[in-house]
């Protein structure tokens, strides 16, 4: 463990999510599944029974205190989440993840500036939801889609390749942050800044970075950044989209309905600017509050500490697992995010896991969301364990005794 990771008081943070005290099949449960969701802590469970116990109506609608209650706690959650990747509170669209993100980006595009014969840029490590919208808008709006391509079982991207390919003008780059299933942490503010000399728009999948690293949208230089509230210690159906303020001003709506529009007549609507414009409909109030909780305390954790402490995590993982020939691992050898992404030959990934199971381990096993990407790497399904910061070195451990004794079980 480096200095940073050791300062971080696991075993009092460890109390603050009772869910983990628990035993699976008779075992002590190791949740390795973060990458998938993360596990709530007891102040993100408090503020949304406090808000639905004291102050649950709905918002910008009424006049009543209760409304006005809801109202105040809905734009504080916002100014809260901007505060947390520095940006401003209108530039924040809450959203139900990182998915409706994505797709309230392309569908606005799709509507304004983005031309048929336009070309989308993405690169071959992407999550389906970084895949398929776009590849709605080639199938019915004539978009291209471009692939950046990434190489060997590391899943290295070629800086010359990706200049190559902006020079060819796209009108956006949409990229993932910290990569599901390599580990991959991309260089989003050298892309960005690539892109931008270009005249590229930028999209950040920031879903496995935004709960694990500090993030600061105007260092990046992104022009859009979509992340999920329910992997960062947030409810499920949470999250936010930002993206730079003129821009969201220009782009046409997303979903149409109430609260967007400034006037509706039937003759036609005007609306809202953002970040109104882009929240038809009743929010996740409660949500959004939770999702301001789990920001309080993942910062009050120290997004510094959180970053080193996992990373290293997924480090000490994969390293044990090479150094042991324990299985393949994908993705790069060094600079890895909290998860490493295995196959063990001969080994089904659902056996493997299912196994995992049986000792009190969350593991995940199949294409993580990323079926083009597996196949390229010669997959059809590999294993993950993704580490968060209640996660501890022991439990590292454990999953190297389970990955031994699930070897000799299947007489590997
Ligand atoms: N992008 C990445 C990199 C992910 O890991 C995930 C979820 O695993 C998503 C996007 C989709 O997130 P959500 O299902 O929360 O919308």
Redesign the pocket.
């Known amino acids: 463990m480096n200095e940073r990771a050791a300062v971080l008081p696991v075993e009092d943070l460890r109390r603050d999510f009772p869910i983990l005290d628990q035993r699976i099949h008779g075992k002590p449960l190791v949740y390795l599944d973060n990458?998938?969701?993360t596990q709530k802590p007891l102040c993100v469970l408090d503020a949304v029974r406090r808000f639905y116990e004291r102050d649950n109506a709905n918002v910008h609608r009424g006049i009543h205190e209760l409304s006005a209650r809801a109202t105040d706690l809905f734009e504080a959650a916002r100014e809260r989440c901007a505060k947390f990747i520095s940006s401003a509170s209108e530039e924040i669209i809450f959203t139900?993840?990182?998915?409706?993100?994505?797709n309230l980006v392309a569908g606005s595009l799709a509507r304004g500036p983005l031309r048929a014969g336009d070309t989308v840029l993405v690169t071959q490590m992407?999550?389906?939801?970084?895949m398929v919208p776009w590849q709605l808008l080639a199938e019915y709006h004539g978009v291209r889609v471009e692939w950046l391509p990434i190489h060997g079982q590391e899943g290295r991207i070629d800086r010359d390749e990706l200049v190559r390919l902006l020079d060819r003008e796209p009108k956006l780059f949409a990229f993932?942050?910290?990569?599901?299933t390599l580990g991959t942490i991309n260089p989003v503010a050298d892309f960005c800044a690539l892109a931008k000399e270009r005249g590229v728009m930028t999209l950040v999948?920031a879903?496995?970075s935004a709960g694990h690293m500090r993030l600061d949208v105007k260092s990046l230089g992104c022009d859009f950044l979509?992340c999920?509230?329910?992997?960062m210690c947030a409810p499920?159906g949470t999250?936010f989209l930002y993206g730079r303020q003129e821009l969201l001003d220009s782009l046409p709506p997303y979903h149409g309905g109430g609260e967007m529009i400034d006037s509706v007549d039937y003759s036609g609507s005007t609306y809202k600017l953002s970040p109104s414009r882009f929240e038809a409909g009743t929010p996740n109030i409660g949500g959004a509050i939770g999702l301001a909780a789990a920001v309080d305390y993942l910062e009050k954790t120290g997004m510094d500490a959180i970053a080193a402490y996992d990373h290293e995590l997924g480090q000490q993982a994969y390293d044990a697992i090479v150094s042991e020939s324990l299985a393949e691992v994908i993705g790069p050898a060094v600079g890895r995010a909290g998860l490493v992404t295995f196959h063990v030959p001969g080994l089904h990934a659902h056996d493997l896991v299912t196994y995992a199971d049986s000792q009190g381990i969350a593991l995940r096993g199949g294409h993580?969301?990323n079926q083009a990407l597996m196949r390229k790497l010669g997959y059809t399904a590999t294993v993950r364990a993704s580490f968060y910061f209640y996660n501890t070195t022991q439990e590292v451990e454990a999953l190297l005794v389970c990955l031994r004794k699930a070897k000799a079980y299947f007489g590997l």
């Open positions: 990458g998938a969701t139900r993840g990182t998915t409706e993100g994505i992407e999550h389906h939801s970084n993932t942050h910290i990569s599901n999948d879903a496995q979509v999920s509230g329910h992997k499920t999250g993580h969301c």
